[in-house]
């Protein structure tokens, strides 16, 4: 908790002193400002990893200091606080890029609330290895025909309210599918809202899927509308749906079944125009066998399953793919001649890639950022692929990892860090990592 830095900003000083105040207790690192162009200044002077902000304040309102600070740096998360709420300022800031909104008057516990969700999903983030596909790029152009069947069907279905079930292992694009799905329909200009089923603690599930009244719990000093309110007329997304309890699972199953719902705490039956895509790794029918998932529910949800085969079973794609991450990562590292030896495409197509996608994004990072040569030779890539057969052996792969790849992260950092003369941001940006994890990173291996 206290490698995070957290900038308080807003024109009322009561507020920003009793914030201040409460997160120093809690151990955080605090930062004050009381207007947009002072918080500019600050996020620029030093590491800020959440920003809690009031919208409306004078010269710049926390909308615009949104923007602004995402294009210094995405990975800085956003809290905004309103006195003044209505559906269409939360979704305006969630499309923004705001993690949560907060109304006032607001209770304390509804901003530590809304931090520990951010920090404990960060704290999930693993090494290098975690960091998302750009959502800007075609990583599901393919070669193979299970894939062009799979985006024959996507495009099949996209226009229709049919419920969609996307299957795939981690790391195979199960999100940029339902993007896709969301940007070939007709509800491409509305929401398109994600949730992290397994990111939100059980308990607050319920009330961020489907909004609370004010006095439904402690700490409810304010009615909430819920992610389906917000992704009205849009699309919704929910990821690893198997983890959900059977209290949600009764309320999801009438939004399907009625497109209706109540606030929790609330009597009042809201009405939903949503499309529904949800996405696991899971075995769903296990889970209905075994009495944990409904049975009612999976065939509502299961209507139009799409299965996205693991990257081994698409090995056509691995030198099409891996040129995409190459071209990014060479450009945003100013190394823009790199290319693979025909041997180092033969040697990433021969291993079994179980992190699929994700997994060889890191790997190509990794070997822009290590090697100073223009060609990237199959001895430039890790020894678990050089020799997959090894890798496959019952807990090799894992012992591998875990012994060889800190030492691998740790040496890279500095060497980076090295050629950015101890510029943590650009270093960041080199890595295609955030600035909030490369301050972690420094952290851990203790980088002086």
């Known amino acids: 908790m206290k490698n995070f830095s957290i900038l308080i900003v807003d024109d009322e000083k009561n507020v920003v002193n009793l914030l201040d105040k409460m997160l120093k207790k809690q151990g955080y690192n605090t930062f004050c400002a009381y ?5 500019l200044d600050i996020v620029d002077r030093n590491q800020i990893d959440i920003i809690i902000s009031d919208i409306r304040m004078p010269e710049m309102d926390g909308l615009n200091l949104l923007k602004k600070v995402k294009k210094v740096d995405p990975s800085i998360e956003f809290i905004l606080i309103t006195a003044f709420a209505t559906l269409e300022t939360a979704i305006e800031a969630l499309k923004t890029g705001a993690r949560d909104y907060i109304t006032k008057p607001f209770d304390l516990e509804d901003i530590s609330i809304a931090i520990d969700k951010i920090t404990k999903s960060d704290a999930e983030e693993d090494v290098l290895t975690a960091s998302e596909p750009d959502k800007n790029q075609n990583y599901l152009k393919s070669n193979s025909q299970k894939m062009i069947k799979l985006m024959d069907l996507i495009r099949q279905v996209a226009d229709t309210r049919a419920t969609v079930m996307i299957y795939g292992e981690t790391g195979t694009g199960k999100e940029l599918a339902a993007q896709a799905l969301h940007n070939l329909s007709s509800r491409k200009g509305k929401p398109f809202v994600k949730v992290n089923c397994a990111a939100i603690p059980e308990n607050l599930l319920e009330s961020e899927l489907f909004g609370y009244e004010k006095g439904a719990f402690t700490g409810a000093c304010t009615k909430k509308p819920g992610r389906f309110e917000l992704a009205e007329e849009g699309s919704i997304f929910l990821d690893e749906i198997g983890d959900i309890s059977p209290a949600v699972q009764v309320k999801l199953l009438r939004v399907l ?95 079994s890639w179980p992190g699929n996608i994700r997994e060889l994004e890191n790997i190509v990072e990794r070997c822009v950022v290590i090697t100073s040569n223009d060609t990237i030779e199959a001895d430039d890539l890790p020894v678990y692929i050089l020799n997959p057969e090894e890798s496959q052996k019952p807990g090799a792969l894992d012992f591998k990892l875990e012994d060889k790849m800190d030492s691998v ?32 990173k420094i952290s851990k291996y203790n980088i002086k």
Request: proline share 2%; hydrophobic share 35%; with cysteine.
């Open 409 to 440: 992260e740790m040496n890279t950092i500095v060497k980076v860090l090295r050629e950015c003369d101890g510029n943590r941001t650009k270093a960041a940006q080199v890595l295609g990592i955030s600035r909030r994890s490369m301050h972690r």
């Open 35 to 39: 207007n947009g162009k002072e918080a």
């Open 257 to 351: 079944q009625e497109r209706e719902f109540e606030h929790l705490g609330g009597t009042k039956t809201i009405k939903v125009d949503v499309r529904i895509i949800s996405a696991t790794n899971k075995d769903l029918l296990t889970l209905v066998k075994k009495g944990e998932f409904r049975e009612d529910l999976y065939y509502r949800l299961n209507v139009v399953p799409v299965v996205i085969p693991p990257l081994r079973e698409r090995k056509e794609d691995i030198s099409l793919i891996a040129n995409d991450f190459l071209l990014k990562s060479a450009s945003i590292s100013g190394k823009t001649s790199k290319k693979f030896s025909d041997e180092a495409i033969r040697k990433l197509q021969g291993y």
